[in-house]
């Protein structure tokens, strides 16, 4: 069981918009903006999608983008393209330790 | 940009150690702490713990205090994670990341190292 809830799964068709939520605590993700999203291809290393929250690494469309409410992070995925069809991870620092979620495959239709 | 390069898969015996290596293919400061995360098949992603490139110091994750050790060789750049009494559910990617912010999340990841471990 991870520390971190996730949905399972996530579904849109290419150029809608899904949002992935990752709840936890006020221990967690309450307490800190140290929230990050990856993304996940079968066989390939993850790969850093959001970071501090809302923060966008080099090179990440800006169709990713990251928030948070209380204890909720979400991640939307604008404008679906086939290739954005992986798995993703949200991460928040619990202070001195890192939590994940269970992972969310996003499909896209 | 500088990559995370870790050795190859490895099948052990329960009960074996197993010790996976993480080398960065080019300069990586000082400062960046490096973590290790894992993958069993089917499940999510689990941090293990980090070392001070620096400092050698480290912080293991409480499911892997007392099994885990994570040790560097400044000679050689190199950075190891040793997982002792294994057993079947330690199946799994090992991947080591560096956090180049100091921010508690991974910009760089290696490749991952599969361990099998089975009789």
């Known amino acids: 069981q991870s520390a971190l809830t996730q949905p399972p799964s996530a579904s849109g068709s290419p150029g809608q918009s899904v949002t992935i939520s990752c709840t936890g605590t006020s221990s967690d993700v309450g307490s800190y903006n140290y929230v990050s999203w990856y993304q996940l291809h079968p066989g390939k290393a993850p790969k850093l999608m959001i970071f501090g929250v809302s923060k966008r690494p080099s090179g990440v469309p800006d169709r990713f983008s990251g928030s948070k409410s209380d204890n909720t992070a979400s991640l939307t995925v604008s404008g679906l393209q086939a290739e954005d069809e992986a798995d993703y991870y949200c991460a928040s620092y619990a202070g001195s330790k890192l939590l994940f979620g269970g992972g969310t495959k996003l499909t896209v239709l | 940009q500088v990559q995370l390069v870790q050795s190859g898969a490895e099948v052990k015996k329960p009960g074996a150690s197993v010790n996976v290596s993480c080398k960065p293919s080019g300069y990586i400061f000082p400062g960046y702490y490096i973590h290790w995360v894992r993958q069993a098949p089917g499940q999510g992603l689990e941090w293990m713990g980090w070392?001070?490139?620096?400092?050698?110091?480290?912080k293991y994750a409480q499911n892997f205090q007392g099994r885990v050790t994570m040790t560097r060789d400044t000679s050689i750049s190199t950075f190891y994670m040793e997982l002792r009494r294994l057993k079947s559910d330690d199946t799994a990617i090992y991947y080591c990341a560096t956090d180049t912010w100091n921010e508690w999340h991974f910009d760089i990841w290696g490749r991952g190292t599969l361990v099998t471990v089975s009789s």
């Open positions: 070392i001070n490139p620096d400092s050698g110091g480290i």
